[in-house]
């Protein structure tokens, strides 16, 4: 019964930041990797960021990498995404996924996924 709920999405001008964030409930494998995936119409999925359990290990895409930072609190079982200097060509729909690999989750092949939350940005 994992679940993961994103939030935190909404409509803001480029430039703009925003953070994201994803809840995660359920029975979960605690060294799970987690990452940010988004989506355009017309566009295939892609890889935001991931981040490792264990020592904090990430990964970035190539689009975002200096802009934004993908964090995780054990803890609180939340991950967010801190997105900075936000362009229109970031409007997607943002995705959080885990998986039991830090290879898999990069290459989108999670096992588990939010339903995801809406990032528009206007010009």
């Known amino acids: 019964q994992v679940q993961l709920a994103e939030s935190g999405g ?10 994201l964030s994803c809840l ?3 029975h979960i494998n ?3 990797t987690m990452g940010w995936f988004r989506q355009a119409p017309g566009k295939e999925r892609e890889l935001v960021a991931a981040i490792t359990q264990g020592y904090g290990f990430q990964d970035y895409g190539d689009s975002v ?3 934004f930072i993908i964090s995780r609190d054990r803890a609180k079982n939340e991950v967010y995404l801190d997105m900075n200097s ?3 060509e970031d409007t997607a729909t943002y995705y ?3 998986g039991t690999t830090r290879t898999a989750v990069v290459r ?3 096992e588990y996924w939010g339903q995801g939350t809406q990032v528009t940005v206007s010009p």
Do not use: D, E, H, I
């Open 10 to 19: 909404g409509l803001v001008q480029a430039g703009a930041s925003l953070r």
């Open 24 to 26: 995660v409930s359920g």
């Open 30 to 32: 605690l060294a799970y």
């Open 65 to 67: 990498k200096g802009r």
């Open 86 to 88: 936000l362009k229109p």
């Open 96 to 98: 959080c996924a885990a």
């Open 108 to 110: 989108g092949q999670g």
